[in-house]
Structures are given as structure tokens and as C-alpha cells.
């Protein structure tokens, strides 16, 4: 489990965490933040998921596009995760 600074949140992330990618923004949705009484998905900023996917530290591949599609029942959606080995590594150069 790493932990991830994501807005103004510490997320710990493990390798079962999944964005979503929608076209506009990138959200962890199998992570919840509290907020009063009820809770958001964390929103990755568009620089920090460049840097993600350029260390390799996010990953998509045709059957995450399928299930995104699938799911939403539109093309433009995809599913990423997380490359815990990747991830520890760009924490430390950060």
C-alpha cells in the first residue's frame, strides 16, 4: 500500500484501485473520501496522471477499456490501475 497525495487528501492506493477516465477528469473510484456527511471519489489533476503515466505507474489495457465501455455504455471511458512498483518509485524522486 503506498500512500498518494491527491488534491488536499492522503490516499493509500493498492494495486486493486481503478480510475476512471472519462475524458475531462481522472477519478479513483474505488476510493472514497468523507466530506460531512457523505463521500467523493478523489480526483487525480491532469498534470500528476501525466507524470503517473509517463513513469508507468498507471496501466490500461483493451479488457479495462471493454469493462469502462461496458459499464457506461460509451467508448470514451477507460479504466486504469496502478503499478504499485512503478508508484514507489516515482514517490521517491518526488
Do not use: H
Amino acid at each position: 500500500m503506498v500512500k498518494l497525495k491527491v488534491g488536499r487528501n492522503i490516499v493509500d492506493i493498492n494495486e486493486k484501485d481503478v480510475i476512471l477516465d472519462n475524458g475531462a477528469c481522472y477519478q479513483i473510484i474505488t476510493k472514497k473520501v468523507a466530506r460531512g456527511w457523505s463521500g467523493y471519489a478523489p480526483t487525480i489533476s491532469k498534470n500528476l496522471f501525466k507524470k503517473l503515466q509517463k513513469c508507468g505507474a498507471v496501466y490500461t489495457s483493451d479488457a479495462l477499456r471493454k469493462d469502462a465501455s461496458k459499464t457506461y455504455r460509451s467508448d470514451i471511458y477507460v479504466y486504469w490501475m496502478f503499478n504499485i512498483e512503478k508508484l514507489e518509485e516515482f514517490i521517491k524522486q518526488v
